[in-house]
């Protein structure tokens, strides 16, 4: 009942509704159009130019999970579903639509169904751990009046977080010891069995997961500096060394399913996080809604070739084409 609630639509929509009202009524709007306006082009192409690399290196880092399964896929297939899938994750359940979009694409062009999930949720897992280890790397750097509780708290999570995603790995074997051996030969048990197996099979993939969780955490620095570069455009005058803070954070908020294409919850933390520095409302507002829009500028490579696809007869069978 609860995974429906999260799943529905109208719920991620009303709550989305529900903080951007309220954070209508604390913030003027027309200040936030107004600073997003006076941005410079300079930086905006700056930002976006950084948009492009993140979104090359999230490609690279999936290409090389499937690869290490051996699933025959070509790099520019991956790569199409990879953006394709992006795009229209905005329109779906946020944080996990566009995973699920990209694991459904390669199961059904290689029959792999196991094995692309298992890639997409390690992907997944890896990006998670490098927005923990980034946020508690920003929480013992940061000498700025230090809330020690804040501190603990993130590196406990980073601890917990860390240690639940090694955890992932060895699901199978956790699996196998909970669950009695006559529901695997079921098919709901066998195919729970084929998931788990295919995840813990990248236990003996050291290297690429080493790889993969180094090109996370690039990927997480480039983001950081775009809020970084935006947030210099509006005027911002807060040390890049806290954005190592409260990006992480804001990073994580914007992958709960509680939202509508980002808006809403993952704003109203950003503004949040912005205001004990001294931040005006309007400027974090005006920040934490560019931060979106670059992301959903960056996936609309996605969706000329969406759109390019469904215009062909081959095209018309689904995204992943």
Not at 59 to 64: D, E, G, K, M
Not at 152 to 160: D, E, F, H, M
Not at 265 to 280: E, K, N, S, T
């Amino acid at each position: 009942m609860i995974r429906d609630l999260f799943q529905s639509p109208l719920f991620r929509g009303l709550v989305t509704l529900a903080v951007l009202v309220y954070l209508a009524t604390r913030i003027d709007m027309s200040d936030a159009a107004a600073a997003m306006l006076r941005v410079p082009a300079g930086v905006l192409l700056a930002v976006m130019t950084l948009v492009a690399i993140d979104r090359v290196v999230m490609i690279v880092r999936w290409i090389l999970l499937l690869k290490s399964s051996n699933i025959d896929i070509s790099a520019s297939s991956a790569a199409r579903i990879y953006l394709v899938s992006s795009f229209l994750g905005n329109f779906l359940l946020a944080g996990v639509g566009a995973e699920a979009m990209r694991a459904w694409s390669v199961g059904r062009r290689t029959s792999e169904n196991s094995e692309a999930v298992a890639s997409v949720a390690v992907d997944r897992l890896l990006g998670l751990l490098s927005i923990v280890m980034l946020g508690a790397f920003g929480a013992i750097a940061w000498t700025g009046e230090p809330d020690r509780a804040v501190e603990r708290t993130v590196i406990v999570v980073a601890i917990l977080v860390g240690v639940g995603s090694a955890g992932m790995l060895w699901a199978d074997v956790v699996f196998r010891a909970i669950v009695p051996a006559r529901w695997l030969t079921g098919s709901a048990g066998g195919g729970l069995l084929r998931l788990v197996d295919a995840v813990g099979r990248y236990r003996g993939r050291r290297r690429t997961v080493g790889v993969v969780l180094g090109l996370s955490l690039v990927v997480q620095c480039l983001r950081i500096a775009q809020a970084w570069l935006l947030g210099l455009g509006l005027g911002i005058a807060v040390p890049f060394a806290y954005y190592l803070v409260f990006m992480p954070i804001g990073l994580l908020a914007l992958l709960l399913p509680v939202s509508v294409g980002g808006f809403g919850l993952p704003q109203g933390v950003i503004v949040w996080l912005l205001h004990p520095r001294g931040v005006p409302d309007a400027q974090s507002f005006a920040l934490s809604t560019l931060i979106i829009l670059t992301g959903f500028a960056g996936n609309l490579p996605g969706m000329l070739l969406y759109v390019g696809s469904r215009r062909t007869p081959e095209g018309r069978g689904g995204p992943a084409h």
